[in-house]
């Protein structure tokens, strides 16, 4: 099942794998985050203020972009499968809920963190004073908890003291039974759910690589005990390969096994899934087989049971869990980086995101040649109806050139042009992103021809009355 991963897992150590490696940059960050900034994917949260130290707002792009990749991760995980349901638990839990998790804890318990590859160690129990896992610089010791505390109803009192969700895991587990008998499913069966978790976190940045507000998409997969290790390597291999068909290059890809010391409290085995970020290499997804951790915790402190009834050999078990736990906005930095590339076109620096179509922010641009009346109210036309279909943006402003120039900057993948002879043939044509090739179709082709190039089909298997216009053997 493990075939595309032949490889001895513990040659890497955390060392390697450590954010602060120097790797030669693909795309550096600060080009990055000046084009999201300059182009509305990404403001630094509250900025009029000054900003608010790791907090990011998602612009008018980003929110398409980031909108885009949580529908890819439903649409493989939850709406193209038997064995998956969502749920979308609420944020603020039962504070219970954090003492049987374990993440209360830590409260108690001074902590140093390693600046260099974020491993957390209890601070009376380290003999030296830097990181036993990569030898790097430890922080001061501190009673640290990364859950953000606030106060439920409005007296500030101990005994309404409520957290915000450090994951959306915990959601999954306590809700365990409710899915089980309100959907009748059988093991194996997973829930799935996206939603925003927070994380008081001692060493934040790398622009939204690490927040202290982002967005997760986990799956909970309950197995019977015994298969979980089958499971475990179904997922990894489900999910690594979920980023490659999104656009990601394989070689950008990594998987990391933890060492057995970098373990969590409650998991067996973990892998992580590390992608190439300007800064090095670092983690984009986890994937762990929690064991009966999580179940058995929950029956202890709730005091309800959360069993499973086997009906085939009549035993009430208590199932495995599987864990793969992605960010949103580390995807969405992932694809960004990868997607980023600058070559000069004509003599002039051309950047563009060739993002996967699916992933980009807008589909389409509608670009009139000019802005006299009739071309306009054709254009209009146009636009009207394929927003119907999809994000279409109306561009009119600038020579044709800077216009695909802007559009090339966002990752739109197709541009529709108007021009003076639309008027007459009722063609228009289609400029592809990433070979700037072009086709003529009729207008009457072009919602039906879009959704085909969109999906995959190649630029020049042309639609009826459709010819190659620049770029093609025959242009
Ligand atoms: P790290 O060691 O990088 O802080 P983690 O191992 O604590 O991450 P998990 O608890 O496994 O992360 O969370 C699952 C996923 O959630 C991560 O792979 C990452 O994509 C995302 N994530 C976790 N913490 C953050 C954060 N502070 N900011 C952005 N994304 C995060």
């Not at 093991?187 to 690589?209: D, S, V, W, Y």
């Not at 090095?280 to 009834?309: C, M, P």
């Not at 209009?380 to 009119?396: E, N, P, T």
């Amino acid at each position: 099942m493990l075939s595309i991963f032949s490889y001895n897992a513990t040659e890497y150590n955390s060392k390697e794998h450590s954010v602060t490696e120097q790797v030669p940059a693909k795309v550096d960050m600060e080009k990055l985050v000046s084009l999201c900034q300059r182009r509305g994917f990404i403001f630094p949260s509250s900025e009029i203020y000054g900003g608010l130290s790791s907090c990011w707002d998602y612009g008018p792009l980003g929110v398409e972009l980031k909108r885009n990749i949580k529908q890819a991760w439903w649409r493989a995980v939850v709406q193209e499968r038997d064995d998956m349901v969502g749920l979308d638990a609420s944020i603020l839990m039962h504070p219970q809920t954090w003492e049987a998790s374990g993440h209360l804890k830590g409260f108690t318990d001074p902590l140093v963190e390693c600046k260099s590859c974020h491993l957390r160690w209890r601070a009376d129990e380290l003999a030296g004073n830097s990181c036993p896992s990569c030898g790097g610089e430890l922080t001061e010791p501190r009673l640290f908890n990364l859950m953000f505390k606030t106060f439920m109803g409005p007296i500030e009192e101990e005994a309404s003291v409520v957290y915000l969700r450090p994951e959306t895991a915990q959601g999954m587990f306590v809700n365990f039974h409710n899915v089980l008998n309100t959907t009748r499913k059988r093991l194996p069966f997973g829930i799935a759910q996206i939603g925003k978790a927070f994380r008081n976190e001692i060493t934040t940045g790398n622009f939204i690589f690490r927040s202290r507000e982002f967005e997760q998409m986990e799956i909970e997969f309950f197995v019977k005990p015994g298969t979980d290790k089958e499971w475990f390597n179904y997922w990894l291999e489900e999910r690594f390969n979920w980023y490659v068909k999104l656009g990601i290059k394989k070689e950008n890809l990594k998987l990391r096994q933890h060492m057995k010391r970098e373990l969590a409290h409650y998991a067996k085995a973990c892998y992580d899934i590390d992608y190439l970020f300007p800064m090095g290499w670092a983690e984009l997804e986890g994937i762990a087989n929690r064991g009966d951790f999580d179940l058995v915790q929950h029956a202890k402190y709730s005091g309800k049971s959360l069993t499973y009834l086997d009906e085939e050999n009549k035993e009430h078990i208590i199932p495995y869990i599987i864990e793969p736990s992605a960010g949103v906005d580390r995807s969405a930095l992932a694809f960004l980086c990868d997607a980023y590339d600058e070559e000069l076109a004509e003599g002039e620096l051309r950047v563009i995101l060739h993002l996967h179509p699916s992933l980009a922010p807008i589909k389409v641009a509608v670009l009139p040649l000019s802005r006299r009346e009739k071309l306009v109210a054709v254009a209009k036309q146009i636009y009207a109806d394929l927003r119907q279909c999809w994000m279409v943006s109306y561009d009119d402003a600038q020579s044709i050139g800077r216009r695909y120039r802007r559009q090339d900057e966002i990752g739109t993948p197709f541009c529709v042009t108007i021009d003076f002879q639309s008027l007459e043939d009722e063609q228009v044509t289609i400029r592809e992103r990433d070979t700037m090739n072009q086709i003529r179709l009729p207008i009457a082709e072009l919602k039906r021809t879009l959704q085909a190039k969109l999906t995959g089909e190649p630029l020049f298997v042309l639609p009826p009355g459709g010819k190659i216009w620049k770029g093609g053997e025959n242009a």
